[in-house]
């Protein structure tokens, strides 16, 4: 025996939660970038160039961009434009550190966003195949 969904009880909880995670889910994402962008220009890098994160450094970027494609897809934005955003966000945090003196830009860096949203997006395709089958 199915068990009826709550909506049915209490009409219209269930849209009012949804939306309300949405919404969490922008401010949080919208929060990260602005970090990112604040922190990724205006901060040195921690422990300097030869410091701990630097040996990690392209992990850290495919780690971060990858959590940001999923808060970004569980506010409810659509894949491709989604990844557009992150991946100009991502080129935008290269440019401005490149203009830094304390920081240089690192078009690898770019590429490491790029696989770490792209592992999200193609994940998300494939989750979707097997959800259907």
């Known amino acids: 025996m199915r068990v009826p969904p709550i909506e049915q009880f209490q009409p ?21 970038l602005v ?11 921690p422990g300097g160039e ?13 780690i971060v961009y990858a959590g940001l494609a999923v808060v970004g897809l ?3 934005f659509r894949p491709v434009g989604l990844s557009l955003g992150l991946l ?15 920081r240089t830009g690192d078009w690898f860096d770019l590429l490491a966003d790029a ?6 997006m193609l994940g998300r395709v494939i989750v979707l195949k097997l959800w259907k089958w």
């Open 88 to 102: 100009m966000h991502g080129a935008a945090v290269e440019l401005l550190q490149s203009l830094t003196l304390f």
């Open 12 to 32: 219209g909880i269930g849209v009012g939660r949804k939306a309300l995670f949405k919404t969490l889910m922008r401010v949080a994402l919208v929060v990260g």
């Open 115 to 120: 696989s770490g949203v792209a592992v999200i």
């Open 50 to 62: 030869t410091g701990v994160l630097s040996t990690h450094d392209k992990f850290t970027h495919e």
């Open 74 to 76: 569980l506010a409810g």
């Open 35 to 45: 970090l990112i962008l604040v922190l990724g220009v205006l901060a040195p890098m």
